[in-house]
């Protein structure tokens, strides 16, 4: 009997009408549509697209239908979708995502928890000094540790300024979060429940810089573990183990004095633990608001993107709850079903992306509108995923980081139709450098990763347990919806 691999049924075709965004590499207007076997793949489909160009040299190209990559052969995805081959099928192309290859990486002595960058295309970097725009070369990373201390590095891995220690105005245990707020501020939190406001000045040389610090606030009872900022009106936001979403002003002018228990509480507790003087010259103030609708500790926080008077925020208690800011009030809550650890948003797209515990990352429609909490499941990851941003340079792309000791990079284009629903597949995982050709280590022992970011000029940035500041290229790595 034969064997039933060996059985070649009649291959099908269908007409391929092949479009595409980017001018160079489209086709000649009068192209009609093109008649081919239906058992093709992406490879097929490239080398014909080439051949059709006349290219002198092959370009390795992704394609879409219907806003998704083809990730089968024509007639898997026909058959899936329920489409007849007598239908013309608009395929759209574009040239394959490109590998970020790792540049750098920057050593510290101890675990890093966040990392953030300061670039002339980053949103810190056009806020603040309008008369200042900083040039190619002149990019700044600023990464928060867990020995407590800030520090900013320049692009030749030099460090350009580091924090003052405790008992000088610096955090008096492991720093959890730090972001450049503008080109002259940057905030940071942790472990010791404060959060603090700096004032960030470069040399004329450009080679050294210091961080002074402005404001402590106190308000929370447990540790800051997220935080976020918005320059135009001065608030940040921070998300506390102790359950609340914090308020805050970056002007002392604006904001309530500081609870005088909590300062005496955590200053004792700090001078005990360490043995060093407390400075009380730095002024101290209050949150605006503390926001105390989640029953568990609070993972992470932000600003929706279009609108800066709501929140998002994130919860072990499985919730995503979106906050009206002038009215500190509760709108709207979506639950659940794991623990959630991280947040993001995809705005063209109107969704937040959450990273669970569960290894998973959810795809949620935050609109009061949306019928359905989770519109897509983003799997791969094999521990919890902890950090995310989106791609400076693409509506689709997101980037992930996790205890496992990886960073994904996903596009929410590259997904199938499971029983349970949509479900994406990252399409490029990035190690850490330390371990480059070990086996993989069980749990990210060793090497998770805590904090990541994606700048258009820089990167990608990825930070961890394995105490380096891992820098990746990131410039094409999705594909986007739009011509160059």
Known sequence: MADKDSIRLPSTQ???QLTTRHSEISLPENTGPILVNTNLRRYALS????ALLETEKPIPFEFLINGKYLRTSIDEYLTTNGISAETVLTVEYLRAIIPPIHLASFEHDDWISSVDILSRTSVAGQWGVTN???SMGQERLLSGSYDGLLRVWNMSSEIVATSPVAGHGGHTSSVKAARFASQTQVISSGLDRTIRVWKY????????????????????KASVDSIATHNPSSRILSASADHSVGIWSMRKSDAPIAPVALIQHDKTRSAKR????????????????????????VSSTIFAPNDATVAYSTSWDHTLRTWDLPTASLVDTRTTSHALLSLTALPELNLIAVGTSARHITLVDPRASAT????????????????LVRDPDSTYGLLSGSHDGTCRIWDVRSSRSEKDGMVGESIYTITRETVKGEPRRVGGEGVKVFGVCWDQEVGIASA???????????????????GD
């Not at 080398?47 to 080439?50: D, E, G, R, Y």
């Not at 000045?201 to 929370?220: K, N, R, T």
């Not at 360490?274 to 500790?297: C, D, E, W």
């Open 14 to 16: 269908v007409k391929l």
């Open 47 to 50: 080398t014909l697209v080439n």
């Open 132 to 134: 200042v725009s900083r």
């Open 201 to 220: 000045v470069e040399e004329a040389d450009g080679f050294s810089a210091s961080l002074h610090p402005q404001i402590e606030l106190y308000g929370h």
């Open 274 to 297: 360490r043995k060093v003087s407390i400075s009380t010259s730095i002024p101290q103030r209050g949150p605006l608001a503390l926001l105390t609708s989640h029953n568990a500790p």
């Open 372 to 387: 359905t909490i989770a519109t897509m499941t983003l799997r791969g990851h094999t521990n919890a995923v902890v950090t």
């Open 464 to 482: 961890g347990e394995d105490k380096r500041l891992q820098i990746n290229s990131g410039k094409g790595v999705v594909g986007n919806n739009e």
